[in-house]
């Protein structure tokens, strides 16, 4: 599958995300990840059905590196896989048991080889600003310069859960992101995940704010489009845009598109995204 693609669907955009339905979880956590190794792209869903009485399904997530807790594009492509492979026809909201949690999603609209999706994933907060001497914001930045050529940073923020740096920055400075050495990010110790290099929208009519998703802890360079990211960046942006629904783009190499809704009583993050179907077939493993 490619999620989160525009409205073009076409090849060449999107997150690609890799599917694996299983009928019960008889396959050990090495296994999993050589297959993960062997599709090697940057996520692979491992799904079974979740034991009686429990409903949904069960889902593990793996790099071709590491297992990760969450992920939101593997979650839409197995969404669309269930409900247009292996769900009844006529079920249109599902369940799927994570690491990170219960993550609900239901299904929107589907057509030939695509599903959008709707996504219930948990809400993230970030720290203010870190404050100049933290270790974390001078190493960071000093990274950032040297590997994506950011002088002009606004915010440096963390996720509560020690997961993710934000790096807002302005339109200009977004645009003009030179990948190099992304790896040097990596080296900067008090985060465990990714940097996300995000910021505002302008007046033209196009999305709220857009974003760029660096993981090389996590064997990633660069995500192509990363759904669980926007956990952290929708309630951001919804404080400082004052929205509880706003349009995304991650502006990588192949692009994506996502719609977010802010649910403030119940902390969580409406994630939706259209999944389109790249291939299908038997896998033959020992």
């Not at 002009?152 to 790096?167: E, F, K, N």
């Not at 360079?221 to 669980?228: A, L, Q, R």
């Not at 192949?254 to 977010?260: A, I, K």
């Amino acid at each position: 599958f490619d999620s989160f693609v525009p409205s073009s669907c076409k090849l060449g955009t999107g997150n690609p995300a890799a599917v694996v339905y299983m009928g019960s979880a008889d396959v050990d956590n090495t296994w999993m990840q050589m297959v993960a190794a062997e599709f090697n792209l940057s996520e692979t869903a491992f799904v079974w059905d979740n034991p009686a009485p429990a409903d949904g399904y069960i889902i593990r997530f793996f790099t071709p590196t590491i297992e990760m807790d969450l992920c939101g594009h593997a979650t839409l492509a197995a969404s669309a896989a269930a409900f247009l492979y292996f769900s009844p026809p006529d079920i249109t909201s599902t369940s799927f048991h994570a690491p990170a949690g219960v993550l609900g999603t239901s299904l929107v609209h589907r057509e030939d080889g695509t599903a959008t999706i709707a996504m219930n994933l948990p809400w993230t907060d970030v720290s203010d600003d870190l404050p100049a001497d933290a270790p974390l914001r001078r190493g960071i930045l000093t990274a950032a310069r040297t590997s994506l050529g950011l002088d002009d940073v606004l915010s440096v923020c963390l996720a509560h859960d020690g997961s993710d740096v934000l790096l807002e920055v302005s339109n200009a400075a977004f645009d003009a992101i030179d990948v190099g050495a992304v790896a040097d990010l990596a080296l900067v110790p008090g985060y465990t995940r990714g940097v996300v290099v995000c910021c505002r929208g302008t007046d033209d009519g196009g999305p709220h704010f857009r974003s760029r998703f660096f993981a090389p802890k996590s064997g990633i360079p660069e995500d192509p489009v990363t759904g669980s990211a926007h956990c952290m960046l929708a309630p951001y942006f919804g404080d400082i845009l004052g929205k509880d629904e706003m349009e995304a783009r991650q502006d990588s190499n192949r692009g994506g598109e996502l719609v977010c809704t802010l649910d403030r009583e119940q902390r969580s993050v409406g994630v939706r995204g259209v999944a389109a179907v790249r291939a299908a077939g038997r896998l033959l493993s020992p």
